[in-house]
């Protein structure tokens, strides 16, 4: 089955800096990779998806890169801030496995002011 | 806009109880998920469900039992609960098409003593 891997475990920048959380996927049918920010005390929450068929998604501060050849995608948050600060979680899926997401293992981001 | 709601938030029961953990959505998505969050696991899939009548096990089923008789609810019971279930559960939904997100409830701490 599918396995992800995300790397840093933990993450601390400064406030204003940029942060970049790395995830690697083993199943090459993968074509759908999620982001979850998961506040103290909530549920992930979607912040940004991409789909195979392109290779670059951006929404204000935040992108996601995908490259399918490497079978690694990554979060890129720029001008950070103190409210960034959370748990991230990179996912994988693919479209023949009932939209079951494969997790990595999350990132805590930590923004110091 | 209610979305997916989880009860009851917090729970504190005994070893040898019967537990049951609520979950409704009122997006009249077709999947529902159950996971459980520990420290150093990630998020675990317990069950899913593709539609009203129809579940299956995810990586942790053992000592959950679930049920879908209605399309927005997805009970969880723990028939007899052990410490090692003293976790964060959170339940999800997608829709029935490829590729689309989870969105996550807002979990249900529980404690099992």
């Known amino acids: 089955g599918e396995n992800v891997e995300q790397h840093p475990s933990t993450l601390s920048v400064q406030e204003g800096d940029s942060a970049v959380i790395k995830c690697t996927y083993s199943?090459?049918?993968?074509?759908?990779f999620p982001w979850y920010k998961q506040e103290l005390g909530k549920g992930p929450q979607l912040i940004i998806d991409?789909?195979?068929?392109?290779g670059e998604k951006k929404d204000q501060r935040i992108a996601v890169t995908l490259n399918k050849t490497a079978k690694h995608f990554s979060l890129h948050i720029t001008e950070t801030q103190p409210e960034d600060s959370a748990v991230y979680f990179c996912?994988?899926?693919?479209?023949?496995?009932?939209?079951?997401?494969?997790f990595g293992g999350g990132t805590r981001l930590m923004v110091k002011p | 806009d209610a979305g997916i709601t989880q009860s009851p938030r917090y729970k504190i029961t005994e070893t040898g109880r019967q537990v049951t953990l609520m979950c409704h959505q009122t997006?009249?998505?077709?999947?529902m998920f159950w996971y459980r969050q520990d420290l150093g696991h990630g998020l675990r899939l317990i069950y899913y469900?593709?539609?009203?009548?129809?579940?299956d096990k995810g990586e942790v089923p053992d000592g959950y039992v679930v049920s879908r008789s209605k399309t927005e609810n997805f009970p969880l019971t723990l028939e007899s609960a052990t410490r090692s279930q003293t976790s964060v559960y959170f339940c999800?939904?997608?829709?029935?098409?490829?590729?689309?997100?989870?969105?996550f409830g807002d979990g249900t701490r529980l404690s099992i003593l």
């Open positions: 997006w009249s998505h077709s999947y």
């Open positions: 999800a939904s997608s829709r029935n098409t490829p590729n689309q997100p989870q969105h």
């Open positions: 996912a994988a899926s693919t479209s023949n496995a009932g939209n079951m997401l494969t």
């Open positions: 469900s593709a539609a009203a009548d129809i579940t």
């Open positions: 199943d090459s049918a993968s074509n759908y």
């Open positions: 991409i789909r195979s068929n392109v």
